[in-house]
């Protein structure tokens, strides 16, 4: 949401709508510090560490991740489930179609589905039969799925499109801090849409990093709407999951990164690096932890790596680190 904080009216509205599902929020949270902020009518923003903190007694008081809004119950951990499910995907494509599926079957938007027409690609979240709509419901459901996808892809997803099923509440103007445009409200369904070019981007996130994500959640749902790490960070990712033994092209990493390769390597002059130094970076990387687990040989290495030849890995690895990867490995067991 916004930097300076969440608007109050998304605060008080979680609170009212989790009340009117039959929850007591308020004899449960009145001793909390922040309670006065809550409910001074001076205070229209609050801050997002302490929306957090609100976010969290709430899913706690219901037991539910969708604080009983949603079609159905979605007991405490149904997210972490789905995310497990997700990490391992190729691509953004593929993470999607396991995502709608997923919500379907734990959420109760059991209409949910990944339309790709043309250029442009659509999530829809919908539930059937089309009972009464929650918004709260609604706004939370789509913003794990754009803001995770984000992250799990590590760059932006800007919006071309963005629904509501329900009339324009009277906080419409801070959807553009929440999703970077305003919605068109009273929709047939609610969904999102993005550049379907974007659908082969790679999912460069690894299982501990999502493990340390979901203990903050929803800290960085919160917290958090451009996920877009450095385009060298992503070339690496894209070259550390390629297959080594044979190099991937700059063309190539370009491509999975959905975007040209001259300006893949304009982005990286602006970062004050190259393609090919990233992927030196990474081989150095790689070869100094084999040589450091002693499993393979150097040889092995360097095969591994894609080298023509070992001498040609043996004369890289020395430029790298300034001394040949036997004797360097010899200085790991022998404490030198």
């Known amino acids: 949401m916004a930097e300076c904080g969440v608007a109050i009216q998304f605060v008080r509205s979680a609170i009212g709508s989790t009340e009117t599902a039959g929850t007591d929020v308020r ?20 801050g997002c560490e302490q929306t957090v903190a609100v976010m969290r007694v709430l899913v706690r008081l219901t037991g539910d991740e969708l604080l ?22 190729p691509d953004l494509r593929a993470a ?34 089309a009972d009464e709509v929650r918004p709260l419901a609604v706004e939370l459901m789509l913003t794990f799925v754009h803001r995770f996808s984000a992250w799990l892809v590590g760059q932006r997803l800007p919006l071309t499109g963005l629904d509501m099923p329900f009339a324009e509440p009277d906080y419409s103007a801070e959807y ?42 929803p800290s960085d749902l919160i917290n958090h709407r451009d996920y877009g790490t450095t385009t060298a960070d992503r070339v690496r990712k894209v070259l550390e999951r ?34 090919q130094h990233v992927r030196e970076e990474v081989l150095r990387d790689l070869a100094v932890d084999g040589l450091r687990h002693g499993r393979e040989s150097i040889d092995e290495i360097s095969y591994r790596l894609g080298f023509s030849e070992p001498s040609a890995f043996r004369r890289a690895f020395t430029r790298w680190v300034g001394s040949p990867p036997g004797e360097y490995r010899h200085s790991l067991t022998s404490g030198g």
Do not use: K, N
Request: charged residues 25%; positive net charge.
């Open 242 to 275: 390629g297959d080594l033994t044979h190099r991937e092209r700059a063309d190539q990493v370009a491509a999975r990164l959905s975007i040209s390769v001259q300006h893949m390597r304009r982005l990286l002059r602006q970062e004050g690096t190259s393609f």
């Open 96 to 129: 999607l179609d396991r995502l709608v599926t997923f919500a379907s079957i734990t959420t109760g938007y059991t209409r949910s589905r990944l339309v790709v027409d043309g250029d442009t690609c659509r999530i829809e979240i919908a539930a059937e039969p």
């Open 176 to 217: 553009t801090s929440i999703f970077g445009r305003q919605p068109s409200f009273d929709a047939p369904v609610a969904s999102i849409s993005f550049p379907a070019r974007l659908l082969s981007a790679p999912v460069v996130r690894e299982e501990p990093e999502l493990i340390s994500y979901i203990s903050r959640s």
């Open 27 to 46: 004899r449960e949270m009145r001793d909390l510090p922040l309670w006065p902020e809550l409910t001074s009518p001076g205070v229209t923003r609050l």
């Open 68 to 89: 009983r809004l949603g079609p159905r119950p979605v007991p405490q951990g149904t997210f972490r489930m789905i995310s497990l499910g997700l990490i391992h995907a």
